[in-house]
């Protein structure tokens, strides 16, 4: 396979672990995309297939086993490599029902996101490849818009956040936007809000995909919180369509 790859860790909650059904996935070609599986089986790399990350649960870190279902990270892949011709090697990162205030350097999920991080990273090294861009796609805040988080909190929180992952090496942040909620469209607006402003005027942080907004509109959401494969499909192919764009340019 090819030996240049893009090192990126899909961090989250439940929209970017995937509550959809991976049968409905679309397939990552042969050689177009690969997981890392820090936790189950860090010694080789695998092919990328829904449900993404699946098996990676630790006791006392990001555990969330048998939640994972089926996510838009085979989409945003598929997408990447075919309009640029750069393979991902993915590392799952994610746990739903998670506010911002948990990921954060004196809790135990984002320690678990670096070390995870920090291995596949090393690994890649020790064997051969060369790591062309070291990226986060973040997913998350469904949680704090249920708790009612200002946007100067999660703004500042967000913030923190992003200066620990720069700390450990990553280059660039990529930012999902969560959509509204199935039942009470304001209840999510002032995270939304807040994640847009904050993607306006942070260098480190670019905002890759607002697919989620429809999804409420269009049918394409499992209960209040969750979206349909279809769903994740097309925010996947979204947010890989901008990534691609912005690697590119």
């Known amino acids: 396979m090819q030996r240049d790859i893009d090192l990126v860790l899909f961090a989250g909650q439940s929209n970017m672990a995937g509550r959809g059904s991976s049968i409905d996935a679309p397939v990552v070609e042969e050689g177009g995309g690969y997981e890392f599986r820090a936790i189950s089986d860090p010694t080789v790399l695998h092919p990328i297939v829904e449900p993404f ?3 990676e649960n630790k006791q006392g870190g990001i555990n969330e086993k048998g939640m994972k ?3 838009l990270v085979s989409a945003l892949v598929k997408t990447y490599h075919e309009r640029t011709g750069r393979i991902i ?10 506010e911002i205030s948990e990921w954060q350097k004196d809790g135990v999920l984002l320690p678990d996101a670096i070390e995870r991080f920090r291995t596949a990273e090393a690994w890649l090294l020790d064997n051969g490849y060369s790591i062309g861009n070291r990226w986060m796609i973040w997913c998350q ?9 200002s946007k ?4 500042m929180r967000l913030a923190s956040l ?3 992952m720069q700390a450990t090496g990553i280059e660039h942040t990529f930012l999902i936007r969560i959509g509204n909620h199935r039942d009470d469209r304001e209840r999510y607006a002032n995270i939304i809000q807040a994640q847009t402003e904050f993607c306006e005027t942070a260098p480190q942080i670019t905002l890759i995909a607002t697919a989620f907004d429809q999804m409420a509109s269009e049918g394409l ?3 209040e919180f969750h979206y349909t494969q279809l769903g ?3 925010c996947g192919t979204q947010a890989g369509t901008n990534l691609a764009h912005w690697q590119m340019n």
């Open 53 to 55: 990350g699946v098996n």
């Open 69 to 71: 279902t089926g996510s």
């Open 221 to 223: 959401m499992n209960d």
């Open 152 to 155: 100067a909190d999660y703004k």
């Open 232 to 234: 994740y499909n097309r």
């Open 162 to 164: 992003l200066s620990e």
């Open 141 to 149: 805040g469904e949680t704090d818009g249920d708790r009612r988080t």
């Open 89 to 98: 090697v993915g590392v799952s990162a994610s746990k739903g029902g998670t």
